[in-house]
């Protein structure tokens, strides 16, 4: 007697939603602040709630760089000075700790656009703005934020490759936003 075997059609992968959540992806720190806190600046004007946090660089000095708060404009240190000779990281945790209080409002107040200044070491390790941003992830908030080269394959991880990965140009970003919101001027 022949045996017969039946081959059960195997159901379709599940299809992996992508979030609304992108990264500006740059190999260089130099133009990207600018062009996220313009992007974010220029929905404002437009009408749209948009909040969070960018970089602004106050000076030469890597202490005079900070996290501004895009909706009440306060200042908070990213970086503090540790003196010569030191090799430790200079990141201000204590700033960072204060400035999320920016992404945690715009979670609460249902911002059409959530701004996290970067995506890097210390969201990649679990700290800096990665509860934040996770937060507004699993409500399905719009988040855009910046990474850099190095840090890539951590924001893909973070995002479970469902994360949008954009080239640093003001079309680009305005492409996706569209896509995310239905629209390009708020109603």
Known sequence: MKKE????????????????AAAIVHAHHASVDGLLADFA???????WRVCGIVQQHRGEAKEDTVLVDLDHGLSFPLFQKLGAG??????????????????????????????????GALEAAGGGFAAEMLALMSEGRPLLTVVADDWLRDWRWFTGGCGSELPASPPALEEWFAGVVGAGEKR
């Open 5 to 20: 075997t039946a081959i059960a059609a195997l159901p379709e992968p599940p299809t992996v939603m992508a979030i609304p």
């Open 41 to 47: 600046f220029g929905l404002r004007k437009r009408g």
């Open 86 to 119: 030191s090799t430790s990281c200079s990141v201000d945790p204590g700033g960072v700790a204060a400035a999320s209080i920016a992404l945690r409002r715009a979670l609460d107040e249902g911002a059409d656009l959530a701004i996290a200044n970067r995506f």
